[in-house]
């Protein structure tokens, strides 16, 4: 059962495959990709939070991201080290989508619990600065509007 929502999960999917430059990701790639997204979510949101805070909030990401895909706990390193791109190729029976799908959900995850705390008008036009990507209809949170 995924823990972060859909709309964040897409965005930040969306936000990955920007960063690896291909339309199928590698290992190395995806990890850089993953690596960058972190560290500069990092540098907008420690200025605001602190370092404590934000590693916290990273930490927890992880842990709930790792109840829905636990090969996490092997990826990325214990203090927020990032995304070993070594560590993915020793994963055994995960196919480059699913590590794709677990990498964003250790990020929606952070975005979804940063939005809890403090809301999304505030996040959410962090995370576009930070990442450079906008947020499209679809990845808006809240009840959607549909025409009839």
Same mark, same amino acid.
């Given at each position: 059962m995924p823990s972060s929502s859909p709309q964040f999960r897409r965005l930040v999917r969306r936000a990955l495959v920007e960063k690896t430059g291909a339309a199928s990701s590698?290992?190395? &790639?995806?990890?850089?990709?993953?690596?960058?997204?972190?560290?500069r979510l990092r540098q907008r949101l420690q200025p605001l939070f602190g370092a404590a805070a934000v590693a916290a909030l990273f930490a927890r990401a992880v842990h709930v991201a790792t109840s829905e895909f636990p090969w996490l706990a092997e990826v990325i390193g214990k203090n927020g080290d990032g995304?070993?791109?070594?560590?993915?190729? &020793?994963?055994?029976? +995960?196919?480059?989508?699913? +590590?794709?799908?677990?990498?964003?959900?250790?990020?929606?995850?952070?975005?979804?619990?940063?939005?809890?705390? +403090?809301?999304?008008?505030?996040?959410?036009?962090?995370?576009?600065?930070?990442?450079? +990507?906008?947020?499209?209809?679809?990845?808006?949170p809240g009840p959607k509007v549909i025409n009839e």
């Open positions: 590698d290992g190395p &790639r995806l990890a850089s990709a993953f690596n960058t997204l972190c560290e995304c070993s791109p070594d560590a993915i190729a &020793r994963i055994q029976g +995960v196919d480059m989508e699913t +590590v794709e799908d677990g990498l964003a959900a250790v990020l929606a995850n952070n975005i979804d619990l940063l939005s809890t705390f +403090v809301g999304n008008d505030l996040v959410l036009p962090l995370v576009q600065q930070a990442w450079g +990507v906008a947020m499209l209809a679809e990845d808006q």
